[in-house]
C-alpha cells in the first residue's frame, strides 16, 4: 500500500472577528466622559507647555524694578510677580516643567518596577523574598519624606527631585507588576511557551509583561498627577526648582510673603498645579474603568 | 490571633532594620565628604576632622552602623549639629504639636469623608452624589500647601476669624503636661487656652485633613455601593428598619474593611503632609523641625526625624491590620 497524503481540506484560517484590544480600549474608553475631560484638560496643558514660546513674548526670568506686582489685566493676564516677570509668561512655561517631571518619573518608576516586579513574580524563592522586602521598606517610609531625604543626599535640583519622587514611587509599580505576574505565569499560554523552550527573556518581555501591563497604565496615569503635586512641594520647600525656574510650587514659595498685598501671585500657580492633576485623575479614573474594571 | 499578632510583630524586625540602614545610609549617600558637605566649602580642614570624629564618621562602616542601632535602641538619637543638644529631648515637644495636628486632621478627615461617601452611596446618581465626588476629585487633587496658604489668605486676612500661624496666642503660654495642648487646657481647666488652641488647630488641620478627606469619601462611596445591594440589606428593608440603622449599622460595619486600610495608609499622606502644613502654618511640628535641618544640613535630625515618622508609620499600620482581623470576622488568619 502506498503511503500517501492527500490534502482533503484546506487549512482552517483562523479569523478573529474582535478588533483589537486596544482599540476595544479605546472605543469604551471614548464612552467615559470623565476620561474625555480629564484627556483635554491634559491636552489643554500640553499644548500650552509646547506652545509657550508662541503665546507670550515676555522674558520668563529676569528683573523689572518698573512692573513689580502688577494686578492682573489686559498687559499682563495674571498679573506680575515681585521680580517684574509676567506670571501667565511663567505658567506657560511652568507647564513644560511639570509636565516633564510627571512623564519621565512615572516612566522611569515603571520601568524599574516592571524590572523589579517581573524578577521577583517570574522566579520567586529568594528573589522574589528579596526584592519584596526592598519594596515594603521602602513603603516604610512616608513618600515624600523619602524623597526629601533623597534630594537632601543629592542636592536640590529639578532633576534630582525627578530622580527621586522616580525612586520613591517605584515600589507601587514594581507590587502591582509582581501580582500581575504571579497569575498570569500560571496561565496555559505560558506553560505552552515554557515547553516549546522558548527563553526566560522572551517569556517575560513578549508573553507576560504585555499581559500584564494594562493596570500598569492605569496606575501610571494616577501616577503622573502624584508626581506632578511631588514636584510641586519639593518646589515650595526649595527641594526641586532653583530660583529663576518657573515651576509652579517654586513660584507658590517665593510669593509665599506677598499673599496679602498681591493674592494674584499665589492664585494662579496653585491653579495650574490643581488642574492639571484634575485632567490626569479625571483621565485615570476613567480609563481604569474602561480598560480594567476589575480594579473599580 | 494571637499567633497572628506575633507573627506580624517579628515580620516588622526585617522592615525595621531595613529602615534603620536606609536612615543611615543617608549620610553616606551624600557625594563627596559629608564632614565636608555639612561644613561648606570654607570649611578649615581642622574642623572638618573635628566634625568628623564627633559624629564617628572616622570610624570603619560597620562599627558606625551598630553603635547608631545600638543608640537608637537605648533612645539616643545623636546630637543635633545646630543646636547641640539631643535630638530626642527636642524632637519630643515637636512630635506631640504633629500628632495633636494629625489627630485633628484625620478626625475631620473621617468625619466628613465618610458620611460623604455613605450618603453618596445612599442617593447614588443624586445632585449630592455628584457634587460630592466633584469636591472629592478637587480634594485629591489640590496641592496641601497651597490650599493652606488660601486659607490663610481668606480666613485669616480676610476675614480674619481664625489665627494664621502657631500653636497658641504666646502671650497667654499654656503649661505642658502631655504636649497636646488640647489635652493639656482639659486636664487644668483652661477653656480659654483651649479655645485658643482649638482655633490655632482648624485651619492647619483642615488643610492637612482634606486630601484623605476626599479619599476616604471616595473608597466609603465605592464600598459601600457594593454592600448595599446585597441580600441582607433588602431583608433589613423588608423588615422596616430605619434607613438610618441600615445605613449606619448594617451597611457601614461590613463596607468599612477597605476605609479601615486606606485609613492606615493615609497617616503615611499626613506624617508627609505635616512637613509642608506646618512649614505654612508655623506649626513647632517635627515636620518643620525636619526641614529646618535640611536647611542648616543637619543631617543627624534630617536622619533621626524620618526614622522617627516612618517609625510611627510603621506601628500605625500595624495597629490597622490588627484592627482589621478584630472588625471583620470573616477574615482568617493563620
Known amino acids: 500500500?502506498?503511503?500517501?497524503?492527500?490534502?482533503?481540506?484546506?487549512?482552517?484560517?483562523?479569523?478573529?472577528?474582535?478588533?483589537p484590544l486596544w482599540l476595544e480600549g479605546l472605543k469604551k474608553l471614548k464612552k467615559q466622559r470623565?476620561?474625555?475631560?480629564?484627556?483635554?484638560?491634559?491636552?489643554?496643558?500640553?499644548?500650552?507647555?509646547?506652545?509657550?514660546?508662541?503665546?507670550?513674548?515676555?522674558?520668563?526670568?529676569?528683573?523689572?524694578?518698573?512692573?513689580?506686582?502688577?494686578?492682573?489685566?489686559?498687559?499682563?493676564?495674571?498679573?506680575?510677580?515681585?521680580?517684574?516677570?509676567?506670571?501667565?509668561?511663567?505658567?506657560?512655561?511652568?507647564a513644560r516643567i511639570s509636565l516633564w517631571i510627571g512623564f519621565f518619573s512615572v516612566i522611569g518608576s515603571i520601568i524599574a518596577g516592571c524590572l523589579l516586579g517581573l524578577v521577583a513574580g517570574f522566579y520567586g524563592k529568594w528573589a522574589d523574598t528579596i526584592i519584596s522586602r526592598f519594596f515594603d521598606i521602602m513603603l516604610a517610609f512616608p513618600s515624600i519624606l523619602l524623597a526629601i531625604a533623597i534630594v537632601a543626599i543629592l542636592g536640590p535640583s529639578l532633576f534630582n527631585a525627578l530622580i527621586a519622587i522616580a525612586i520613591v514611587n517605584i515600589p507601587t509599580y514594581g507590587r502591582l507588576i509582581r501580582s500581575r505576574v504571579l497569575s498570569v505565569k500560571e496561565e496555559e499560554y505560558i506553560m505552552s511557551a515554557r515547553a516549546i523552550g522558548m527563553s526566560d527573556g522572551r517569556i517575560l518581555f513578549r508573553h507576560i509583561l504585555p499581559n500584564s501591563i494594562t493596570p500598569i497604565i492605569v496606575q501610571g496615569t494616577l501616577g503622573i498627577a502624584t508626581a506632578i503635586l511631588e514636584a510641586a512641594s519639593l518646589g515650595f520647600l526649595g527641594l526641586g526648582a532653583q530660583p529663576g525656574e518657573p515651576e509652579w510650587g517654586k513660584m507658590l514659595a517665593d510669593a509665599r510673603q506677598f499673599l496679602t498685598v498681591a493674592p494674584w501671585t499665589l492664585l494662579f500657580p496653585g491653579f495650574a498645579i490643581m488642574l492639571t492633576v484634575i485632567g490626569f485623575n479625571m483621565f485615570g479614573d476613567g480609563l481604569r474603568d474602561a480598560l480594567d474594571p476589575k480594579m473599580k | 490571633m494571637k499567633s497572628y499578632f506575633a507573627r506580624r510583630l517579628l515580620q516588622l524586625i526585617p522592615v525595621l532594620i531595613g529602615m534603620s540602614i536606609v536612615v543611615f545610609s543617608i549620610i553616606h549617600a551624600i557625594p563627596g565628604d559629608p564632614a565636608t558637605v555639612i561644613l561648606g566649602d570654607h570649611a578649615t580642614p581642622e574642623a572638618v576632622v573635628d566634625l568628623k570624629a564627633e559624629m564617628g564618621l572616622d570610624k570603619p562602616i560597620v562599627t558606625q552602623y551598630l553603635s547608631y542601632v545600638k543608640g537608637i535602641v537605648t533612645g539616643d538619637l545623636g546630637t543635633s549639629l545646630r543646636t547641640k543638644k539631643p535630638i530626642m529631648d527636642e524632637a519630643i515637644p515637636y512630635l506631640a504639636a504633629t500628632i495633636e495636628l494629625m489627630l485633628i486632621s484625620m478626625i475631620i478627615a473621617i468625619v466628613v469623608g465618610v458620611n460623604a461617601g455613605i450618603l453618596a452611596a445612599w442617593r447614588r446618581a443624586s445632585w449630592f452624589d455628584y457634587g460630592a465626588m466633584l469636591i472629592a476629585l478637587v480634594g485629591v487633587s489640590v496641592p496641601v500647601f497651597w490650599l493652606g496658604l488660601m486659607e490663610q489668605w481668606v480666613f485669616a486676612e480676610k476675614l480674619g476669624w481664625l489665627p494664621s500661624t502657631g500653636r497658641i496666642n504666646a502671650r497667654e503660654p499654656v503649661e505642658t503636661i502631655t504636649g497636646l495642648l488640647l489635652l493639656d487646657t482639659t486636664i487644668q481647666g483652661n477653656w480659654i487656652g483651649f479655645w485658643d488652641a482649638l482655633k490655632h488647630l482648624i485651619l492647619p488641620g483642615l488643610a492637612l485633613g482634606t486630601i484623605p478627606m476626599a479619599i476616604i469619601a471616595r473608597i466609603t462611596r465605592s464600598s459601600m455601593l457594593e454592600v448595599l445591594n446585597v441580600d441582607y440589606v433588602r431583608t433589613a428593608r423588608a423588615k422596616g428598619l430605619s434607613e438610618l440603622k441600615i445605613l449606619y449599622k448594617h451597611s457601614l460595619k461590613n463596607a468599612f474593611a477597605p476605609v479601615l486600610t486606606i485609613i492606615g495608609m493615609l497617616v503615611g499622606l499626613l506624617l508627609g503632609g505635616a512637613v509642608l502644613t506646618e512649614t505654612i502654618f508655623g506649626w513647632p511640628g517635627i515636620g518643620r523641625y525636619i526641614y529646618d535641618a535640611i536647611g542648616s544640613r543637619d543631617y543627624p535630625v534630617i536622619q533621626s526625624g524620618i526614622l522617627i515618622v516612618s517609625t510611627i508609620f510603621v506601628f500605625v499600620n500595624l495597629i490597622v491590620d490588627l484592627l482589621y482581623a478584630r472588625l471583620d470576622p470573616r477574615i482568617k488568619y493563620r
Open chain 1, 34 to 94: 470623565t476620561a474625555m475631560v480629564g484627556l483635554a484638560v491634559v491636552l489643554f496643558f500640553i499644548l500650552l507647555g509646547i506652545l509657550a514660546p508662541v503665546l507670550t513674548t515676555q522674558p520668563v526670568d529676569g528683573f523689572n524694578p518698573e512692573k513689580t506686582l502688577i494686578p492682573p489685566g489686559s498687559d499682563h493676564w495674571f498679573g506680575t510677580d515681585d521680580q517684574g516677570r509676567d506670571i501667565f509668561t511663567r505658567i506657560i512655561f511652568g
Open chain 1, 1 to 19: 500500500m502506498q503511503n500517501t497524503s492527500k490534502v482533503i481540506a484546506r487549512p482552517v484560517e483562523i479569523k478573529s472577528s474582535k478588533k
